[in-house]
């Protein structure tokens, strides 16, 4: 066998076994925070996903898988669950807990993409909230690992009642257009 050919084997079986989370048939957690006419449009759109972001996909699953073994051997390790809601329209992954406490894992080329300070992106303390408002957390860690040098930050993020809330008015209302299939409205002012 020539590496042409083992070239196309390897990516082949990547992009089957990529993990890429397709979000069809169902609003995924992971995007909360992205405009409500955005993830109505993701809901109904079938478009499959690139061979390129299959295999970014798969890779950044094994550097996570990685993590988490790396905390199970640590003996502080709990595995994650799937939250399902709304009879599965709505669904997240989480990534597990450690020290008792959610965990999410969030990996970046390189160090100096490490989030600065507290600030974490928006769309990921959207994404722990919803986790913390729908899984009964109290409170959860965010994990950033930079691939370049293996150098990581932990960020400590606590329950907020009112970012709950304003989740599950925001999902409410996307549920509602879907059903009917009216396009939800749009709030970042860019969708057509
Ligand atoms: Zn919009």
Redesign the pocket.
């Known amino acids: 066998m020539n590496t042409r050919e083992m070239d196309r084997l390897f990516i082949e079986w990547t992009a089957e076994n990529s993990g890429y989370d397709e979000h069809r048939n169902y609003i995924g957690l992971s995007t909360i925070a992205d405009?409500?006419?955005?993830i109505y449009r993701r809901y109904f759109d079938s478009t499959p996903a690139s061979v390129s972001s299959r295999l970014k996909t798969r890779a950044s699953y094994e550097i996570e898988e990685n993590l988490k073994n790396r905390f199970r051997k640590m003996g502080v390790y709990g595995e994650g669950i799937e939250i399902s809601l709304y009879n599965g329209l709505v669904k997240g992954h989480t990534d597990g807990e450690i020290w008792g406490r959610l965990l999410d894992i969030k990996t970046v080329p390189l160090t100096e993409h490490l989030p600065r300070d507290n600030n974490l992106p928006s769309k990921v303390f959207w994404q722990i909230q919803a986790y913390m408002f729908f899984g009964g957390w109290e409170d959860s860690v965010v994990l950033y690992f930079a691939r370049d040098f293996g150098v990581h930050k932990f960020f400590y993020v606590r329950y907020h009642e009112s970012m709950g809330k304003k989740i599950e008015t925001k999902l409410t209302g996307i549920l509602r257009d879907i059903e009917p299939a009216t396009p939800s409205q749009?709030?970042?002012?860019?969708?057509r």
């Open positions: 405009c409500p006419r955005e749009c709030e970042c002012g860019r969708c």
